[in-house]
């Protein structure tokens, strides 16, 4: 989910290409799938062309999105009245931990009627990468308020969350977000701990710089940045990564994934392709071209209007690849498949138990 500036081990090897192009299928590393889903939409339904949103489960498969990072948004600070995501604050305990829940119950009932598949162990991952099944859904929790306390980590695992980032933009109890001040809490550090013990992916996409610094120093863990853009590219703001944050990434063996939302892309103006390749080649000439992909946040609190004018829908995502060939991608070591969903695939592989 986004909030604006002004707010808040061996590479696996690339299953078949999706035919008839002989496209490399994607792995998205950011779609709000339960948040929408809880707040109303019909995932299952097909998108029309003149809809003002682009992402269901049905849009996914028509795109050829065999794997995503499917998040637990929780909305710090919002009303619980009238979104079904929203808890009062940090204080609000049990208000969290519920619309945390709420979600994580909707992947559940998805997946017992066949319409997912929450991927758990390499072996669901590659089953997934198969393309043989529905779309295959890794957890990511984006806010960890939900999780009560650092000794309910290991309850949350077990249900299938294998991500987290401990903050959205307005903070969390464990930390600090790019929209309020403050490194991790006490709290925030063993909860570090809880989440390396049991192998969860850490993501810092909405850390507060503080924050981030603070979470490097706790874990020699793996770090992404799930929907991150460049902030040499931007006007300053801790929502986007700066290039010292990209190299710890990079040092990490971390991946991060290019957010698609207009404002993240350009100022002033409505964001193009072109956008999204200078940021794709920005990040990729400092963490390699081996560590960049997609993390798209479609429909992450923004429709189409915000997206950049020519990636309307999941179904537009092999514009990428062509203009990342354009753009001289391969000279950096990169390739079609690696960004499609190979990088991404071989953090996910590493993270995920056997």
């Known amino acids: 989910m986004t909030n604006s500036p002004a707010t808040h081990s061996p590479a696996m090897q690339s299953p078949a290409m999706h035919s008839p192009a002989m496209r490399p299928f994607w792995a998205d590393g950011h779609l709000d799938l339960a948040y929408l889903a809880v707040n109303g939409r019909d995932m299952r339904a097909a998108v029309p062309p003149d809809a003002p949103h682009s992402l269901t489960l049905a849009s996914m498969r028509e795109g050829g999105v065999r794997v995503a990072l499917g998040t637990i948004f929780t909305e710090h600070g919002g009303d619980p009245a009238k979104d079904r995501a929203a808890y009062r604050d940090s204080d609000d305990v049990e208000g969290a931990h519920r619309a945390g829940l709420l979600q994580l119950e909707w992947y559940e009932s998805m997946e017992r009627a066949g319409d997912l598949a929450i991927i758990r162990t390499r072996r669901d991952l ?19 308020d939900p999780i009560r306390s650092p000794d309910e980590v290991a309850w949350w695992h077990a249900r299938g969350l294998r991500v987290v980032g401990m903050s959205w933009g307005h903070g969390s109890r464990y930390s600090g977000g790019n929209a309020r001040a403050g490194g ?72 991060i994934g290019l957010n698609l939302y207009g404002r993240f892309l350009a100022a002033d103006r409505r964001a193009s392709i072109d956008d999204c390749v200078a940021h794709t080649m920005h990040v990729a000439r400092i963490a390699g071209a081996d560590r960049v992909g997609l993390g798209s946040d479609l429909d992450g609190g923004f429709g189409r209007e915000s997206l950049p004018v020519e990636l309307q829908s999941p179904g537009d995502y092999p514009k990428l690849l062509d203009a990342l060939d354009a753009a001289g991608f391969a000279a950096l070591g990169g390739t079609r498949a690696g960004f499609a969903h190979a990088n991404l695939m071989r953090v996910l592989e590493a993270a995920l138990p056997a």
């Not at 006490?186 to 992916?201: K, M, P, S």
């Not at 710089?209 to 706790?218: E, G, T």
């Open 184 to 255: 991790l809490t006490a709290t925030g550090r063993r909860f570090v701990e809880a989440l390396d013990a049991v192998g969860i992916l850490h993501d810092a996409s909405h850390l507060s710089r503080a924050a981030f610094d603070d979470l490097l120093a706790a874990t020699d863990a793996r770090v992404i940045a799930s929907h991150s853009n460049a902030q040499t590219l931007l006007a300053a703001s801790e929502r986007h990564i700066t290039d010292a944050q990209i190299a710890a990434i990079r040092d990490r063996d971390g991946w």
């Open 126 to 144: 590659a089953r997934a990468a198969a393309g043989d099944g529905p779309p295959g859904i890794v957890i990511l929790m984006e806010c960890a």
